[in-house]
């Protein structure tokens, strides 16, 4: 009971962080829209474009300040990410996660009413965006630790898989919410979520259990309580056939009547002590372009559907939507393939790799239809995120479980901000260079995607070589096997 019920409020913190972060790029339509569409201005029957644009939005270079926006925040994010898991292994994470979510409500209201304020100009902005960035970094983190804290190895991709979905369904929420605003009263589509995160964070500080041991159960196990085996000492190497069985059956979580014997305190890992533990850094790298790619998308593509196919903000909206379920299936089956190959990094790179064309056949035969359009959002969003959805969860808790750190669950956080601040700094980078390199051209944009998506797969191809050397060394070691026995059946005869 306890286990369901940190994997459903976990969910749901996380659901309202992404909730609260998707209006932004809904709005952006309606801040500078095509207002020769509407008339001419009623006040003085001026011809002008953009006389029902909002200011500072309503010049020429408004997607460079849409892209200086989205910056702000992303890079606050990324900034705080890295400091934010030093913090989440020393205070509470119940305190520590509630806590940001009530401020990620203050500061997603105080956008929205800059509507209601009539407020005009770009420093508010960059200043709440800012302020944002930078308490949203307390939930990555903090829910990653909970779980890790509650579930085992076995399994882990697809529990993991299916948890994280958690990101594109709050995104599709955001979308929907923000949608039923955006048209007549802006401010409501960031006021609306915000009062939704900050009833969660209320909601999860009155419900949520951080450590199975503060309630009388016994952790889970990461690792074969009968010895370190060669796929333990290494989060790439291969899980034999009947690993994960084993391993699952082995990561239930015991409750007893009475709290068990507290015994000493770990310390928690040091950030250079993270950075040592096999894997890290190549899935950190990997992760910055992987989240490069994502991100752009998640702020850019209800414009680039509005530019390109010429609809509505609020349809626009709806259909970017398709790319957050091509998401949440794609994290899924990236975290059961991983589990069945015992592959975490193998399962990324071909994702990634396949990921490159359909990025180049969307930008150029995406628009030719309404069916074309959603079939290509959807595998586009399972392989742009289901590499970023299996890093970001299934990874991250691996590592920071690693068998090198002796069962020190103080280090899951660390972990986790490590590999999610470095891939932020991808994430601040695709919006900006979107920014930036719009105005020359969306295929420009595409080809800056595609490239990412190379390099992340580039960079994981050490650990993918160790896991094809595992999987290899399995196969020869079977035969000898099967050949030693065939041998001594002859003999015997």
Not at 10 to 37: D, G, W
Not at 74 to 90: K, N
Not at 146 to 160: A, P, S, T
């Amino acid at each position: 009971r306890y286990r369901g019920l940190t994997l459903v409020l976990t969910f749901l913190c996380y659901t309202s962080y992404h909730l609260s972060r998707k209006p932004i790029s809904i709005v952006k339509s309606q801040l500078h829209p095509n207002c020769s569409a509407l008339g001419p201005n009623p006040h003085n029957d001026s011809n002008s474009s953009t006389w029902c644009s909002w200011a500072p939005f309503d010049g020429d270079n408004y997607k460079e300040l849409f892209g200086a926006l989205d910056n702000a925040f992303l890079v606050a994010y990324a900034i705080g990410m890295f400091i934010s898991g030093i913090f989440g292994e020393r205070l509470p994470l119940r305190y520590y996660l509630s806590g940001g979510m009530v401020l990620s409500g203050l500061f997603t209201a105080l956008f929205g009413l800059g509507y209601f304020w009539d407020i005009h100009v770009l420093w508010y902005f960059i200043v709440v965006q800012v302020c944002n960035g930078l308490v949203q970094t307390t939930g990555w983190p903090s829910v990653v630790a909970c779980i890790g804290n509650w579930f085992g190895k076995g399994k882990r991709g697809l529990i993991m898989g299916i948890w994280n979905s958690h990101t594109s369904v709050g995104n599709i929420l955001g979308s929907l919410i923000a949608g039923v605003w955006v048209s007549s009263a802006w401010g409501l589509s960031f006021i609306v979520p915000s009062i939704i995160i900050t009833t969660m964070g209320i909601i999860c500080f009155f419900f949520l259990v951080e450590y199975p041991e503060d309630v009388g159960c016994s952790p889970p196990l990461h690792h074969d309580a009968g010895g370190v085996t060669s796929s333990e000492k290494d989060p790439e190497a291969v899980t034999s056939n009947e690993g994960p069985l084993r391993v699952s059956s082995q990561s239930s979580v015991d409750c007893s009547n009475s709290p068990e014997e507290p015994t000493e305190e770990p310390e928690a890992i040091s950030f250079l002590g993270a950075l040592r533990i096999p894997g890290v850094v190549e899935f950190s790298l990997c992760l910055l372009f992987a989240k490069l790619v994502s991100y752009t998308f998640l702020y850019w593509l209800p414009l680039y559907i509005v530019n390109v196919a010429h609809f509505g903000a609020k349809e626009a909206g709806d259909l970017s939507t398709l790319f957050d379920v091509g998401g949440i299936l794609g994290g899924i089956f990236a975290g059961l393939i991983s589990d069945y190959t015992g592959g975490r990094a193998t399962t990324c790179c071909v994702m990634l790799v396949v990921a490159a064309p359909m990025l180049f056949l969307y930008n150029h035969i995406g628009q030719n239809g309404i069916g074309t359009s959603i079939a290509m959002l959807i595998v586009c969003g399972a392989l742009v995120n289901g590499p970023y959805a299996l890093i970001t969860t299934a990874v991250s808790a691996d590592l920071g479980t690693h068998e090198s750190l002796k069962g020190n669950a103080k280090a899951l956080s660390t972990v986790t901000a490590i590999i999610d601040g470095t891939g932020s700094i991808g994430a601040a980078l695709g919006p900006l260079l979107a920014g930036l390199i719009s105005p020359t051209g969306w295929n420009n944009v595409f080809y800056m995607l595609i490239a990412a998506d190379v390099l992340a797969c580039l960079l994981l191809a050490r650990v993918v070589v160790k896991e094809v050397r595992g999987w290899c060394g399995c196969i020869a070691r079977k035969r000898g096997s099967s050949v030693q026995l065939t041998e001594s059946v002859l003999d015997g005869k």
